[in-house]
């Protein structure tokens, strides 16, 4: 299936949660936010939460501030 | 007294912070000295942003490995949202990314100024107030304004010496002190801060705090300038506790003129 991660288009198998998303991205789920379809999950639904096809998924997390950096 | 050994915390919304001097984290060279100044500063709160992951490019390293947030106030802010829209969306993101309530509101209403959108800030405020949020919000340096934001439950409000980064230290002492005067809530200047004397000159008008970043960030050796920071924070404060002799035209003698040939 394909979804957009951080405005880039990836292909990826099914089934896949955030969790699984997070760790083969190499990042650590307690430090970063995640938006699917502009819906901020809490973390503890990041084990439970699958992946669909199309999803809009933005994973953000603190840098330091604020120096004008990439937004959303 | 630059450990801050005086007994003269800061309490906002019911948490006490040690430091009077708040900094940012942006525009250091690296994570290494951005965790070398903030410790030289002495600061206990620092703000971050939230922006994407590069995923693509990813340095391993963490802001959060550098400056650890059980030390560490993080106090995320939505730098850079021009709309309450976006520094609602970008609130709620850093409460997902943190562990705390906490945000530092910016609604940026011009991008050569950095000066607040002062009606999108208040509406902002109401809004993440409404769920909870404990909003700590960047203001110019308007009475009206931060009596409002006071009124609609800020714990504390943050109007600005000057424009973001531009290092010309306070233009309105005057409003600032009408401010200090008009709010019951902790006052801290924000932005434009340009050297040590005028996070002194800020403290000894009687704000609460001082927050900067790039008067740190910037200058030729950060961490030196942190450190020259810390005291200036603290003279300040010690000075306006301490309470000023009134300004006089004339002299007055201070050796005794009795026993003179």
Redesign the interface.
């Given at each position: 299936m394909y979804i957009i991660?951080?405005?880039?288009l990836q292909e990826r198998g099914h089934p896949l949660t955030v969790t699984h998303l997070l760790e083969s991205?190499?990042?650590?789920s307690e430090?970063?936010?995640?938006?699917v379809n502009f819906k901020?999950?809490?973390?503890s639904d990041f084990p439970t939460w699958n992946l669909q096809e199309g999803d809009k998924v933005?994973?953000?997390?603190?840098?330091?501030?604020?120096?004008?950096?990439?937004?959303? | 007294m630059s450990d801050h050994s005086f007994q003269d915390p800061l309490i906002i919304a019911g948490r006490e912070f040690r430091s009077r001097l708040w900094v940012?984290?942006?525009?250091?060279k690296d994570?290494e000295e951005?965790r070398k100044a903030i410790e030289a500063s002495g600061a206990d709160v620092v703000?971050?942003?939230?922006?994407?992951?590069?995923?693509?490019d990813?340095n391993?390293d963490?802001?959060?490995d550098y400056i650890d947030p059980k030390k560490y106030t993080?106090l995320?802010?939505t730098?850079?949202c021009y709309t309450v829209e976006d520094a609602v969306?970008y609130s709620?993101?850093?409460r997902?990314?943190?562990v705390s309530d906490l945000v530092k509101l910016?609604v940026i209403g011009d991008e050569r100024t950095l000066f607040p959108d002062t009606a999108g800030l208040i509406e902002a405020a109401k809004i993440l107030i409404a769920e909870g949020f404990i909003v700590l919000p960047y203001t110019n340096d308007d009475p009206i304004v931060a009596k409002k934001l006071m009124d609609i439950g800020c714990p504390a409000v943050m109007p600005l010496a000057a424009p973001?980064g531009s290092g010309l230290g306070i233009r309105n002492p005057y409003n600032l002190k009408i401010i200090m005067e008009t709010v019951k809530v902790p006052v801290i200047v924000d932005a434009g801060v340009g050297t040590a004397s005028d996070a002194a000159l800020a403290m000894e008008y009687g704000a609460d705090a001082v927050l900067m970043?790039t008067a740190i960030a910037g200058a030729n050796d950060p961490i030196m300038m942190a450190t020259a920071m810390r005291y200036a924070v603290d003279a300040g404060r010690l000075a306006f506790k301490a309470g000023r002799i009134p300004r006089k035209l004339y002299a007055t003698a201070s050796s005794p003129i009795e026993g003179m040939l």
């Open positions: 991660v951080n405005g880039e991205l190499d990042l650590r430090r970063v936010a995640v938006e901020i999950l809490d973390r933005e994973i953000l997390s603190f840098i330091g501030g604020g120096a004008p950096q990439q937004r959303l | 940012g984290t942006g525009k250091y994570f951005t703000t971050v942003a939230v922006r994407r992951v590069n995923i693509t990813r391993s963490n802001l959060l993080i995320p802010n730098a850079g969306r709620r993101l850093a997902a990314a943190g910016e973001i970043n």
